[in-house]
């Protein structure tokens, strides 16, 4: 090959890989008509979307100039990835075999579907476990319907890009009637910096079924910025019973994105737990929409921070209809020179007589560099309701530290019992296998090296 033609390869294969509008034209080959023009559709309207800043309030804490370069990043070069577990990373094997029993797998190697099985019972029943590329072409009218409907490109910079580019999902359908009684689990394993990495997850839920699912994300650290991009759209039917659980435990240098939202029909619930251990940067935004008379929702989330770890949670419940229930509990700590940001607000629409909603935000600070800004407000249209929301910041609990060392325990183990308890109340809401040890694990890690 001569140099001449050797340079306009690298040179094209830099523009296939980039994230740009060539990269939409060949993700789209192969799709279906509808789904092309969803991505072109999201590409206009990641390019009319200016970058977030900090003078807007949702993004006044996270400055995005310092921590992410969307211009810098390339999509991952991979196009396939090993299927044979024994030459899976050493870490992504270690996650797996941390969990415990479960309806069915899925692993996702960096950005690519490489695992998936059910349990023949509950596929027998018609439970759909299946990538999301799968999906397009076996149940094209559950797919069309819901995706991208949920979480809209015009929601914001990422959730545009998202859409445009996203290059493999998960796709779970239950059918009415149908409950699983053990978790879906979901490992996901990133190992090329400087990549984006965009995928989204479909769950739907038809009438008086039940699902569980936990979605986790592990990679090593990063010396350059690489980017993780999660659109959650979860659905619930009449009566149906929903719970997500997100476990982020990314390397440093990575910048973690979830958009999450959840529709909630009459008299169905769904639960949603968001847990940031790892990254540099984790941000969040959660959408809970509660749709129809007796729907439910309790919103949940832990987090520990080390170093310059930065999380950022922007939430929103909104209330439409009448009889309807929201709980938010989200609780950090926070050591080194670590920062957390919340932001909430609970929308009660006007028709939504007897809403019943809750959030707050505890923050517990372990160093003098650590901080946390706590924002929680409501926006009530309605007279006949009960809502409430509060914050607190504060430091390890003196007494309760002098207590148990006066009971025998040195000054660590102390410490690590009254951290381990007051993230404790969250786990034990949605106590799902296994994902109480994962995360005691790192949080215990993490409490041996403060000083």
């Keep these: 090959m001569s140099d001449t033609v050797l340079k306009e390869t690298v040179e094209m294969e830099g523009v296939t890989q980039a994230l740009n509008a060539g990269a939409v034209e060949r993700l789209s080959f192969g799709e279906p008509e509808w789904l092309r023009e969803r991505r072109e559709h999201a590409w206009a309207a ?5 970058m977030p800043t900090t003078r807007l309030e949702e993004w006044r804490y996270t400055d995005l100039r310092k921590v992410l370069k969307l211009d810098e ?6 196009d396939t990835a090993p299927g044979d577990p024994s030459s899976w990373p050493a870490r992504l094997s270690e996650a797996l075999e941390q969990d ?7 692993v996702l190697i960096d950005g690519h579907v490489v695992h998936t099985d059910i349990d023949p019972a509950l596929a027998e029943q018609g439970v759909i476990l299946d990538s999301l590329h799968n999906a397009l072409n076996l149940y094209p009218e559950v797919v069309q319907k819901h995706l991208g409907s949920i979480v809209p490109a015009e929601d914001g910079k990422f959730e545009a890009l998202n859409m445009a580019l996203w290059t493999d999902g998960i796709f779970v359908h239950v059918p009415s009637n149908v409950r699983l009684d053990v978790p879906i689990r979901v490992t996901r394993w990133m190992s090329e910096a400087g990549a984006a990495y965009l995928s989204r997850v479909l769950i739907v839920a038809d009438p008086h079924s039940q ?9 090593d650290d990063f010396d350059v910025h690489t980017f993780k991009s999660s659109a959650v759209e979860l659905v619930a039917g009449d ?39 790892g990254a540099s940067v984790h941000r969040v935004d959660l959408n809970a ?3 129809g008379p007796g729907a439910n929702s309790d919103m949940l989330g832990l987090y520990f921070g080390d170093g310059d770890q930065h999380f950022d949670f922007n939430t929103s419940q909104d209330h439409t209809e009448p009889n309807t229930g929201s709980d938010l509990l989200y609780k950090g700590a926070l050591d ?12 009660v629409f ?9 959030q707050t935000n505890r923050n517990l600070l372990l160093s003098p560099g650590a901080r946390a800004d706590s924002l929680p407000n409501l926006e009530i249209e309605a007279d006949d309701v009960k809502c409430s929301h509060g914050a607190t910041i504060g430091e390890l609990d003196a007494e309760a530290k002098f207590y148990l060392m006066s009971r025998g325990l040195d000054q660590v183990q102390a410490e690590r019992l009254v951290v381990l308890g007051f993230l404790s109340e969250v786990l034990s809401k949605l106590p799902l296998g296994g994902v109480i040890e994962k995360v005691t694990g790192v949080i215990e890690e993490k409490l041996a090296q403060h000083g």
């Design 211 to 219: 699902v569980s699912y936990v979605d986790e994300v592990v990679s």
């Design 100 to 106: 415990r029993e479960a309806s069915g797998h899925i």
């Design 289 to 291: 929409k509660l749709l």
């Design 350 to 358: 006007p028709d939504a007589q007897r809403t019943d909603a809750y």
């Design 336 to 347: 080194g020179d670590s920062r957390a940001v919340f932001r909430g607000i609970i929308r």
């Design 73 to 78: 990043l390339h999509r991952s070069e991979s």
């Design 239 to 277: 009566g149906a019973i929903v719970q997500y659980v997100n476990v982020q435990r990314a390397g440093r240098g990575v910048f973690v994105h979830s958009a999450q939202r959840t529709l909630a029909q009459r008299d169905a619930r769904i639960d949603t737990l968001n847990v940031g251990l």
């Design 46 to 50: 990641y390019e009319q979307t200016p």
